[in-house]
């Protein structure tokens, strides 16, 4: 073996990618297959957004807590003694071993299996034996991240500083309002893992231009699959809906930009879904009693977008939160989470077999495809593609994707 293909595993440096990449066109094969990307993927690009964890009804008690783990990390939430919900890296001060185990629970103490370092509620070290005379455990809490948390859905950021998240929150705060999304709670949790590319993933729920051909229940009741719907009728008779039910029909779009001025997108459009549905069930009925204060339903659903990872539809009566959680470099869990108002009992209020109907059978046909891109993308003959103006939302993907791959 000589020395090229020694050190020479095929990849293209990343300036080289960065100079060849032709905007319109999908990426490079490297983007999905590369380990040395992943990584930096993990490091620059997860370890710098706000990245959705989960929603304050998960640690309604002190010391109730759980992980969300991505990639190479894992993330510790917890509510303190004080009533404070904190986020803090799964590592242990002392030699870096996992803290916590236990994806949930209640405790009144962190204990570290290895050589029980013992963490508060709060990430700080409370006990650590044998360490010595001028050993100080307060420098030794738990590294925390930031935390903001919006209308009771939890974000979190291991960034030294973290993305302007405010100035978007700021303009979702009234649109989100009326839903009121601190009183809900989780109904069902599923996980669709996908052997495919975190990326391929967080693309194919950036773009409705495979909709009408993947989705056929998705398609048959929601008018996004196609674009002229929303110039139509059908989007200004649901917004006199929306309105008389309490809703504002203002938009946001804020999309990340290749200048780097902005450095997180946000979305907020509401839609029409077809005639004869109320929400996203399989009869257009009802699927649940109304979230917040609505007085109705208006037959439309909301896009809702707080970071290219994470993402709601808002229906009157339920909200679904989808995320795309990078497990290895071809192994991704398509993370869904369907609330429902905080006090609506299974079996009486809502029925979980078809609340979660749409969006089960719509992740399914997601992880086909999606699992399809991956297979084709892994050959050596696949050559970037021409984007859909249909695509928009995955050029801005890219826009803040590159920005950030041109500092690594
Ligand atoms: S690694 Fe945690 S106590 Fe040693
Ligand atoms: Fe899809």
């Known amino acids: 073996m000589n020395q090229r293909q020694i050190f020479d ?7 080289r990618l960065l100079k060849e990449y032709v905007d319109g066109m999908s990426l490079e094969r490297d983007f999905y297959t590369s380990e040395v990307i992943y990584n930096n993927d993990i490091r620059h690009y997860w370890n710098s957004s706000w990245i959705w964890v989960g929603h304050v009804s998960q640690v309604p008690n002190t010391g109730d807590f759980f992980l ?3 990639g190479t990390e894992s993330l510790i939430i917890a509510r303190d003694k004080q009533g404070e919900i904190g986020v803090f890296l799964n590592v242990c001060r002392h030699r870096g071993s996992r803290v916590c185990m236990e994806q949930r629970g209640n405790r009144r103490v962190f204990a570290c299996p290895y050589h029980a370092w013992t963490y508060e509620l709060n990430g700080d070290l409370r006990v650590a034996r044998e360490m010595g005379e001028g050993f100080d455990p307060t420098e030794y809490s738990l590294l925390k991240a930031h935390v903001r948390i919006f209308e009771g859905m939890i974000f979190a950021c291991t960034a030294k500083s973290p993305p302007d998240i405010e100035a978007g929150l700021e303009k979702l705060a009234p649109l989100v309002e009326p839903f009121d999304f601190n009183n809900l709670k989780i109904a069902h949790s599923a996980s669709y893992p996908v052997p495919a590319n975190w990326k391929l993933a967080v693309e194919n729920y950036m773009e409705c231009y495979h909709c009408a051909p993947s989705h056929k229940d998705y398609a048959r009741s929601h008018s996004i699959k196609d674009p002229e719907y929303l110039r139509t009728e ?41 005639e004869g549905y109320l929400t996203g069930s399989k009869s257009g009925e009802p699927l649940a009693p109304l979230l917040g ?19 709601f539809l808002v229906y009157s009566d339920h909200v679904v939160g989808y995320r795309f959680i990078p497990r290895s470099v071809q192994e991704t869990d398509i993370e869904v989470i369907w609330f429902v108002r905080g006090d609506a009992e299974a079996g009486k209020d809502y029925d979980l077999q078809d609340l979660t109907w749409l969006w089960d059978v719509t992740s399914q046909d997601d992880e086909r495809i999606i699992r399809l891109n991956q297979e084709g993308v892994n050959s050596f003959h696949y050559i970037p593609g021409p984007l859909s103006h249909m695509e928009w939302g995955i050029r801005a993907f890219y826009d803040g994707y590159l920005a950030k791959a041109a500092l690594w």
Not at 9 to 14: A, Y
Not at 302 to 307: K, N
Request: without cysteine; aromatic residues 10%.
């Open 9 to 15: 595993n095929g990849e293209k440096p990343m300036a």
């Open 68 to 70: 969300f783990d991505y």
């Open 234 to 274: 059908l989007t200004e008779a649901m917004k006199d809906r929306s309105r008389a039910v309490g809703l504002s029909t203002d938009e946001v779009s804020v999309s990340s930009d290749a200048e780097g001025k902005t450095d997180m997108d946000f979305y907020h459009r509401r839609y029409p879904l077809f």
């Open 293 to 311: 204060n609505l007085k109705g339903f208006d037959g439309g659903t909301t896009d809702l977008q707080i970071g290219i990872l994470n993402n």
